[in-house]
């Protein structure tokens, strides 16, 4: 009876084991202490974005068009938008369909503006309802989001939020605005990609740094 009884308790731990592992929350100081951590990487997200002082361009084609072009092409190209090694991963997945869902039915004429302080609108309280209501689908762990805030012509440059999620919890563990300056680029797609690739660079080069060390990753 007694070995009947630690038997069925052990067939119990083996299930307990993991759903337990998958509700405890994650933190951004056990991300940042080892490269090997796993993290899915989720896409640009431009439901919040400005485009200051462009007259030119046509907004309803810019979200129809260019948002997820942008995506595909940061994606394919990972070797020159490196986002991975911006964030030191070993470990990493790609998935696309919700940032692409989202930005399909972003409102684009809520997009344009001429008003250079829309460059620097958004707060973390922004941030944090955005990855709230964001559906990360059958993924757990940590994810990473990019977050559109603008683009300006005038002042020829991107504000990008990178941030770091918990996706069970849907809770931001670290984001910060990074600012992009424009590179050169033929087209809509091009011109703005340079942007997202120099502030992908500069997370690479000095953010990512400063973050594991104010947090206080190994």
């Not at 979200?63 to 070993?90: A, C, M, P, T, W």
């Not at 503006?113 to 707060?123: A, C, F, T, V």
């Amino acid at each position: 009876m007694n070995n009947k009884i630690l038997l069925n308790g052990c067939f119990a731990l083996l299930f307990f084991i993991p759903a337990f592992m998958q509700g405890q929350s994650l933190s951004a100081k056990a991300f940042f202490s080892s490269d090997s951590v796993p993290a899915v990487y989720l896409g640009i997200d431009f439901t919040l974005a400005k485009l200051i002082n462009d007259e030119v361009s046509n907004a309803k084609t810019i979200q129809l068009e260019q948002f997820n072009g942008i995506n595909d092409l940061v994606v394919k190209e990972n070797k020159k938008y490196d986002v991975q090694e911006s964030y030191h991963r070993i470990n990493w997945t790609v998935d696309l369909k919700e940032v692409e869902e989202r930005n399909d039915k972003a409102n684009p004429n809520l997009l344009k503006s001429s008003n250079d302080s829309d460059l620097y609108r958004l707060n973390t309280g922004d941030i944090d309802k955005l990855v709230n209501n964001f559906n990360y689908g059958t993924h757990h762990g940590y994810g990473v989001l990019l977050i559109m805030e603008a683009m300006s012509k005038s002042k020829k440059m991107a504000t990008i939020w990178f941030t770091l999620i918990d996706m069970d919890a849907k809770k931001v563990l670290k984001t910060e605005m990074v600012e992009g300056k424009l590179g050169s680029g033929f087209g809509f797609r091009n011109y703005w990609s340079s942007a997202i690739k120099n502030a992908i660079n500069e997370v690479k080069n000095k953010y990512y740094a400063q973050w594991k060390s104010s947090i206080g990753g190994k």
